[in-house]
Antibody, heavy 120, light 107 residues
Framework: QLQLQESGPGLVKPSETLSLTCSVS??????????WGWIRQPPGKGLEWIGD???????YYSPSLTSRVTISVDRTKNELSLKLTSVIAADTAVYYC????????????WGQGTLVTVSS | DIQMTQSPSSVSASVGDRVTITCRAS??????LVWYQQKPGKAPKLLIY???SLQSGVPSRFSGSESGSDFTLTISSLQPEDFGTYFC?????????FGGGTKVEIK
């Protein structure tokens, strides 16, 4: 059974960099049938797609975040990472990592989510 | 970007009622439409992919359909455990986009 687990600081100061890691177990992050990505949800609001990392190493980002975001994979650790620079209060959200399955390209496995608050 | 307009924003229904939620895409997305259910404090759960394919383990009272650029999620007989917020997502092209969500409450 595939499992995803996010980890990282719960509090980040404005203008600093938000860094999260998603540990994947029960399957390989190098699978050719999967994309891996990040989605966030501000408190009480809807879902926002941040970006995807494909099995070929390509990355796709939200146009509103592309200048500040980097998604990468550490194949040796089976981990996905997210870096978001120059954070502001509006970046406060629950951050989820998720797998997108080639079958319908839907997010079929999700981490439990981690709340990141941007505040001084 | 493809905009997904979801309606209604909330619905209150009784156990046994039929509930329908709609998403309209601003461009052609073929059948590249996904539905999720989210309960408070939890990650979203995949219900339907490719507009009408039921994810394994999801009760058959959930179904998806499409008509042109309109996509519908139907709960044929609402159950107490179906409360939560439902989101659609287009996966036709980047950037991926979600609908605004529909909160389903049990009367």
């Amino acid at each position: 059974q595939l499992q995803l687990q996010e980890s990282g600081p719960g509090l980040v100061k404005p203008s600093e960099t938000l860094s999260l890691t998603c540990s994947v177990s029960g399957g390989s992050i190098t699978s050719s049938s999967s994309y891996w990505g990040w989605i966030r949800q501000p408190p009480g609001k809807g879902l926002e797609w941040i970006g995807d990392f494909t099995h070929t190493g390509d990355t796709y980002y939200s146009p509103s975040l592309t200048s500040r975001v980097t998604i990468s994979v550490d194949r040796t650790k089976n981990e996905l990472s997210l870096k978001l620079t120059s954070v502001i209060a509006a970046d406060t959200a629950v951050y989820y990592c998720a797998r997108r399955n080639r079958n319908g390209w839907s997010n079929d496995y999700w981490g439990q989510g981690t709340l990141v608050t941007v505040s001084s | 970007d493809i905009q997904m307009t979801q309606s209604p924003s909330s619905v209150s229904a009784s156990v046994g009622d039929r509930v329908t939620i709609t998403c309209r895409a601003s461009q052609d997305i073929s059948s590249w439409l996904v539905w999720y259910q989210q309960k408070p404090g939890k990650a979203p759960k995949l219900l339907i992919y490719a507009a009408s394919s039921l994810q394994s383990g999801v009760p058959s009272r959930f179904s998806g359909s499409e008509s042109g650029s309109d996509f519908t999620l139907t709960i044929s007989s609402l159950q107490p455990e179906d409360f939560g917020t439902y989101f659609c997502q287009q996966v036709k092209s980047f950037p991926l986009t979600f609908g605004g969500g529909t909160k389903v409450e049990i009367k």
